[in-house]
């Protein structure tokens, strides 16, 4: 999918010691997890490459007062409730759902982030096969109820 700005996770957290969290604000402990504004990408770009092609976008919009207005690629339904910062706290790592987004150029959508799908690691979860995931809060309830996701 293009973007307006051409960006590649791979290079990012290849070659730096960033984590989603970095540019994804809210991914750890918030409901979303945000897709960056020009003020997190200036944080390091504001001077690092900055006079690359590839940023002249960035830039510009820094200078008009503009948003970068990216093209969420894992967007869903809005009848459905995704907590970030639930499923960080219960070990989910962001690649169970994003893929491996250190190996990709561009990043697409590698999970098809379908009830089918989210409810597959519901039940895993819940019945202990895949420790790493299993729900760390106290008032456990049935992961498959409806109501955990629709609400």
Known sequence: MAQ????SH????ENTELICADCH?????????????KSICLECHDDLFR???KLQPLHEAKAKGLAINWKPVSKLPEFVHFHHGVHFEANVECSNCHGD???MESVSRAKPL??????D???ESQSGE??????AVSWQRDLTDCSVCHY
């Not at 402990?29 to 504004?37: E, R, T």
């Not at 379908?114 to 409810?119: A, E, L, N, S």
Request: with cysteine.
């Open 121 to 123: 690691c519901h039940r």
């Open 4 to 7: 307006p700005i051409e960006f």
């Open 101 to 103: 987004v250190s190996k």
């Open 114 to 119: 379908t009830m089918d799908f989210c409810i």
């Open 10 to 13: 791979r290079q990012h957290i």
């Open 130 to 135: 895949n420790f790493s995931t299993k729900q």
């Open 25 to 37: 604000r809210g991914a750890h402990d918030g409901p979303q997890a945000l897709l960056p504004g």
């Open 51 to 53: 006079g690359t092609p």
